[in-house]
């Protein structure tokens, strides 16, 4: 059994006038020590599921069906003070945006200290502290400075050290390296790489970057309008993608074009969720369209390693 | 504490200056009974609205004397405030003499005195009022009212508020909802018709000080309201920061997130805030004084000293240091501020760009 096991989620967020399903049938599981990249467009619903997975939903958000298990334990039926436990020991995540994660007015010791669980006395929590700074490449002066005097790596860095400073068994990166320039991107990924590997951690992996997600992760599942569309190892993702916005995505790579020949997009843009297109919802944007597209919601099929959610490979199968 | 005390100096001088005025502000009222050569309550009939009495150094003789000294004082019509000084008549200043004995803090009996004359001298550094009672004494036993009111008034409204502030800000919804309605009730009550009230309420058997806590005490349970709303609105934005989503997915439960995370971050606005309403305070009770409800005489506090002074036209004229309570109002008042200012500086490292 996995680490974490996500079955059949619905969340749903109450707007103004009503209420839309923002996260539709949601399936999927993570095993130990396995990296899964969550990749989509903006607005697919990525940064949802991660925070469905922490209970750190906002308030107008709610799930409404399903399991999310952690270890074999449902967390949908806990309380917040048995989820303060499972957060960090179990589960921890890490942001886009290091300096706005980071409380401005303590010090990164003060602030790491905090996060240390378990009966320990104040010297060994800074031993630990220390150890972590150590582990995620920092020098130790670290401790006694504020957010705003390090640098956006080493802020992320810090990030890190916060995350698994527990030792927790799953690790969500949401778009850890969306705000850092391409070398010191690099360098967190290597890190993470580096630390996967020294504590056996399972990673969800959130990006909009489908090559990094290649290079770092050995599942990529690509989301669409809150669905996740295809699961596939990462290797045959790019090399033979099976749903059409899967291929679209890596169409759009700009590695697979010459100097200035113009880079494709994908036409039309993500549905707004209070109207999504009846059927399959990337029918609009989708080539290969069908008359059936329109009208059904096309089933999970399993086809070798993948999973995929389009009418190229099977039959109707449910009502929409 | 030393490390603190660096930054601020290295911050904002003014600040690091206020902070050791306000210390030494503090130390005095704290050994008035040491300091003060005379009783608050002490009249000397025949000198009333003596000026301050100069120090020498130097007799009419040209002779030098090492230690200071007074002259005496000659009455030439006391009922108009005209004194002269009596060249003939030299007393020494002398440290550590002895005088009535009374008890210091209301603890330890003893007859020494920092400094006085001995004999018939009198020494009147800011000089004498209309009954004829020494000033400076009756400044330094005036800064125990003064300056401690400001400190209880303020800790108990402000821990309330904070209190208060930050659950209800924090959690939202119901609580928010009761707490909110409960300040709106609380705020809704007439502070003036309030204080008449409770003047009327009071058991006539307590002294004049006791009764004065009592309303400021009163008068701070009542004002945490309106803070509580300020800090609500100020917790309202800082709970969607990102940086407590992040606390939160790492596993800090809600109390250490709200005192760790949340409090701190409105600190510099509450500091600012609790150094500005200190002085508040100190005006306060010299407008309390006015429906008798401040201190009142024979205690004296700088309210109600500059009070006096102020409602009289001769006094302001003929005897300006009848006001001098008025200086230190201003004093305490501008240093509460700078210290507030360099406060908030230290308390917001974000504002630090000198590293």
């Known amino acids: 059994m996995g680490i974490l096991e996500v079955k059949n989620l619905i969340v749903s967020i109450q707007s103004l006038y009503k209420k839309v399903n923002i996260l539709r049938n949601i399936s999927f599981s993570i095993g130990k020590n396995e990296v899964v990249s969550l990749v989509g467009e ?279 | 504490m030393i490390n603190f005390l660096n930054r601020l100096r290295k911050k904002n001088i003014f600040s690091f200056i206020a902070l050791i005025i306000i210390f030494f502000l503090y130390i005095f009222s704290f050994l008035a009974d040491f300091i003060s050569p005379y009783p608050f309550d002490k009249q000397f009939r025949e000198y009333s609205l003596c000026p301050p009495t100069k120090i020498h150094f130097i007799d009419k003789s040209g002779k030098f004397h090492i230690r200071p000294f007074v002259y005496g004082i000659r009455i030439i019509n006391s009922s108009v405030g005209k004194y002269r000084e009596d060249k003939d008549k030299i007393y020494p200043i002398k440290f550590f003499v002895r005088g009535n004995k009374r008890k210091i803090l209301g603890l330890f009996p003893s007859n020494f005195y920092l400094f006085g004359t001995e004999g018939d001298g009198k020494i009147f550094l800011f000089g004498t009022d209309i009954q004829g009672r020494d000033v400076f004494s009756r400044v330094l036993y005036g800064s125990r009212i003064s300056l401690s009111i400001g400190l209880i008034g303020v800790s108990i409204s402000f821990i309330l508020g904070l209190f208060f502030g930050s659950i209800s800000g924090y959690f939202g919804g119901k609580v928010d909802n009761i707490l909110m309605r409960l300040v709106e009730i609380i705020m809704m009550f007439p502070s003036f018709y309030l204080l008449l009230a409770l003047r009327a309420a009071f058991p006539t058997d307590l002294s004049t000080v006791q009764i004065y806590f009592l309303i400021v005490v009163i008068l701070s349970l009542i004002g945490w309201a309106s803070l509580a709303r300020i800090i609500r609105g100020m917790v309202l934005s800082i709970k969607e920061e990102e940086f407590i989503l992040a606390a939160k997915s790492l596993g800090i439960s809600t109390f250490r997130i709200i005192t760790k995370h949340i409090i701190p971050n409105t600190f510099s606005y509450t500091i600012t805030a609790i150094t500005l309403s200190i002085p508040g305070y100190i005006l306060g009770e010299s407008a309390l004084s006015l429906i008798g409800l401040g201190i009142q005489e024979p205690y004296p506090s700088w309210g109600n000293m500059l009070s006096v002074s102020v409602g009289n036209l001769r006094i302001l004229t003929s005897a300006p240091w009848m006001l001098l309570p008025g200086f230190f109002i201003f004093l305490t008042i501008i240093c509460f501020n700078f210290l507030g200012d360099g406060l908030r500086d230290i308390t917001d490292p974000s504002l630090n760009t000198g590293y």
């Open chain 1, 42 to 320: 903006s607005g697919s619903g990525k940064t949802f599921t991660a925070l469905s997975i922490m209970k750190l939903l906002p308030q107008a958000a709610k799930i409404e069906t399903g399991e999310i298990l952690i270890d074999g334990e449902n967390i949908i039926e806990k309380d917040e003070k048995k989820m303060v436990k499972i957060r960090g020991e179990k589960v921890s995540m890490i942001f886009q945006e290091p300096s706005s994660h980071l409380n401005p007015v303590f010090t990164i010791g003060n602030q790491m200290v905090e996060c240390v669980k378990g009966n320990l006395t104040k010297g060994e929590k800074k031993e630990k502290v220390i150890e972590i700074l150590k582990e995620v490449e920092l020098p130790e002066y670290i401790f006694y400075q504020y957010p705003h005097q390090l640098s956006g790596g080493m802020q992320q860095r810090v990030m890190i050290g916060m995350a698994i400073i527990n030792k927790p068994s799953l690790l969500i990166a949401d778009e850890p390296t969306t705000a850092l320039d391409v070398s010191t991107s690099f360098r967190i990924i290597n890190l993470l790489k580096k630390l996967i590997s020294t504590h056996k951690i399972s990673v969800i992996f959130i990006t909009h970057d489908i090559s990094l997600a290649v290079n770092f992760s050995d599942k990529i599942y690509v989301m669409y309008a809150g669905e996740i569309v295809e699961k596939s190892p990462s290797k045959k993702l790019i090399n033979s993608p099976l749903h059409p916005y899967s291929e679209k995505l890596i169409a759009c790579l700009p590695e697979k074009y010459k100097k200035r020949e113009k880079i494709k997009t994908i036409e039309g843009t993500v549905p707004d969720f209070s109207s999504l297109p009846s059927g399959c919802a990337f029918h609009p944007r989708c080539p290969y369209k069908k008359e059936i597209c329109e009208k059904f919601l096309p089933e999970e099929i399993k086809i070798g390693e993948s999973y995929v959610r389009c009418f190229r490979y099977g039959k109707i199968t449910k009502n929409n």
